[in-house]
């Protein structure tokens, strides 16, 4: 699935460097709906540098070679939609990505003064409302999540890794299944959202998998709620959310009941943002009859960011760590720096460099892992 290794599609949108305030534009117009487009086109020349307990590592990834070109991403989105003489806004949004032509989200919705219903594939309440370190990066370090096709700073770190350096975990629990979600209207800054899916994987099927050979989790709910405001003159966001499961399984092995839990806050001012995440993955991905002690491990991410005029540096830190019931714990550790220009509206080019390592991996004593990339990065979009 495509979120496995990128960050979904709305906190993505709210990190990404946005390369100028291009708007979305109009399709056309019918008797029933109004038809606008946005999307945009990522193009990159990147660098990487694996090892694994000190020792070069080339078989994937063109580790190799050591250099690439990718296109990681390119995305169109529709939205449909009109209103009743009641005011209420009803339709739907689809987005198609183009790097392989595959569907992404696609949810109706109904919307008003009560709030907003979606249904479809499409993000969960507490990964939309998530706010944190990930707010505070307009480039591509993958502070948030994905690192666009380099699975060495993503994946190679061995067990629990996306779980223990990525701030859009929720979307390695559920993604883009089926779901029915609620969204509040914001009251004095705050704003309350739920969602709900019978089975992960769902998307785009009807989700009645069951019994031997299952992978993944059933009647998956998240509650969140987050808070944006002014204080003493700087801008201030707040969220927290919990995710919640009665059976999780892999490959028709039973794993343990979870609850995940999330914080996070972005202050900025002055052309300043701050932001901090701090999660725990409660049992997630640990099996029934597991060695005691054993969890889904913990997360904790600080971003920081300085905007003057078209120019954007950033950085951020984050780390996790992992207890497999062994008398070794695993620690993973990321860290990147960026700088992004806006050349013209709806272009930017961006430029970062990433480094990931994992050590004591899945508990054993002396393992690691430890990658590093540079990826220059040009971006269109509208």
Same mark, same amino acid.
């Given at each position: 699935?495509?979120?496995?290794?990128?960050?979904?599609?709305?906190?993505?949108?709210?990190?990404?460097?946005?390369?100028?305030?291009?708007?979305?534009?109009?399709?056309?117009?019918?008797? =029933?709906?109004?038809?606008?487009?946005?999307?945009?086109?990522?193009?990159?020349?990147?660098?990487?540098?694996? @090892?694994?307990?000190?020792?070069?590592?080339?078989?994937?990834?063109?580790?190799?070679?050591?250099?690439?070109?990718?296109?990681?991403?390119?995305?169109?989105?529709? +939205?449909?939609?009109?209103?009743?003489?009641?005011?209420?806004?009803?339709?739907?949004?689809?987005?198609?990505?183009?790097?392989?032509?595959?569907?992404?989200?696609?949810?109706?919705?109904?919307?008003?003064?009560?709030?907003?219903?979606?249904?479809?594939?499409?993000?969960?309440?507490?990964?939309?409302?998530?706010?944190?370190?990930?707010?505070?990066?307009?480039?591509?370090?993958?502070?948030?999540?994905?690192?666009?096709?380099?699975?060495?700073?993503?994946?190679?770190?061995?067990?629990?890794?996306?779980?223990?350096?990525?701030?859009?975990? &929720?979307?390695?629990?559920?993604?883009?299944?089926?779901?029915?979600?609620?969204?509040?209207?914001?009251?004095?800054?705050?704003?309350?959202?739920?969602?709900? +899916?019978?089975? +992960?994987?769902? &998307?785009?099927?009807?989700?009645?998998?069951?019994?031997?050979?299952? =992978?993944?989790?059933?009647?998956?709910?998240?509650?969140?709620?987050?808070?944006?405001? &002014?204080?003493?003159?700087?801008?201030?966001?707040?969220?927290?959310?919990?995710?919640?499961?009665?059976?999780?399984?892999?490959?028709?092995?039973?794993?343990?009941?979870?609850?995940? =839990?999330?914080?996070?806050?972005?202050?900025?001012?002055?052309?300043?943002?701050?932001?901090?995440?701090?999660?725990?993955?409660?049992?997630?991905?640990?099996?029934?009859?597991?060695?005691?002690?054993?969890?889904?491990?913990?997360?904790?991410?600080?971003?920081?960011?300085? &905007?003057?005029?078209?120019?954007?540096?950033?950085?951020?830190?984050?780390?996790?760590?992992?207890?497999?019931?062994?008398?070794?714990?695993?620690?993973?550790?990321?860290?990147?720096?960026?700088?992004?220009?806006?050349?013209?509206?709806?272009?930017?080019?961006?430029?970062?460099?990433?480094?990931?390592?994992?050590?004591?991996?899945?508990?054993?004593?002396?393992?690691?892992?430890?990658?590093?990339?540079?990826?220059? @990065?040009?971006?269109?979009?509208?």
């Amino acid at each position: 699935m495509k979120k496995t290794l990128l960050s979904s599609t709305a906190l993505a949108g709210a990190v990404m460097f946005a390369a100028g305030a291009a708007s979305a534009g109009s399709v056309g117009t019918k008797d =029933t709906m109004t038809v606008t487009m946005d999307g945009y086109h990522v193009f990159q020349m990147r660098t990487l540098d694996v @090892s694994k307990n000190d020792t070069p590592n080339t078989s994937s990834d063109d580790r190799g070679r050591g250099y690439s070109f990718s296109t990681p991403e390119g995305e169109f989105g529709f +939205t449909a939609q009109a209103k009743t003489e009641g005011g209420i806004t009803y339709g739907f949004r689809t987005e198609i990505g183009t790097e392989a032509i595959s569907s992404d989200e696609l949810y109706g919705f109904i919307k008003g003064d009560f709030g907003q219903v979606q249904f479809g594939n499409q993000d969960g309440a507490a990964n939309m409302m998530n706010v944190g370190a990930g707010q505070a990066n307009k480039t591509y370090q993958g502070v948030i999540g994905g690192t666009f096709g380099l699975s060495a700073l993503d994946a190679e770190g061995g067990a629990g890794n996306a779980g223990l350096i990525r701030q859009d975990f &929720e979307q390695s629990i559920y993604g883009d299944a089926n779901k029915v979600i609620y969204l509040s209207p914001r009251f004095s800054g705050f704003q309350i959202g739920a969602s709900w +899916t019978p089975q +992960t994987g769902s &998307e785009g099927s009807d989700g009645f998998n069951d019994g031997a050979g299952l =992978t993944g989790s059933e009647n998956v709910g998240d509650v969140a709620v987050n808070y944006v405001g &002014e204080m003493q003159g700087a801008s201030v966001k707040v969220s927290a959310s919990t995710i919640f499961s009665d059976d999780q399984e892999a490959a028709g092995v039973d794993m343990e009941d979870y609850t995940v =839990t999330a914080v996070g806050a972005v202050v900025s001012m002055s052309g300043f943002t701050v932001g901090a995440s701090y999660r725990n993955n409660g049992d997630f991905g640990v099996a029934r009859g597991a060695v005691a002690g054993s969890d889904g491990g913990s997360y904790v991410g600080i971003g920081a960011m300085y &905007e003057m005029g078209p120019w954007v540096f950033n950085g951020h830190v984050a780390r996790g760590k992992q207890d497999f019931g062994t008398a070794t714990e695993q620690s993973n550790s990321r860290f990147g720096v960026g700088v992004g220009y806006t050349v013209a509206p709806g272009w930017g080019v961006m430029l970062d460099y990433l480094d990931a390592s994992a050590n004591n991996i899945a508990g054993a004593a002396n393992t690691d892992s430890d990658a590093s990339a540079i990826i220059f @990065s040009n971006k269109f979009s509208f």
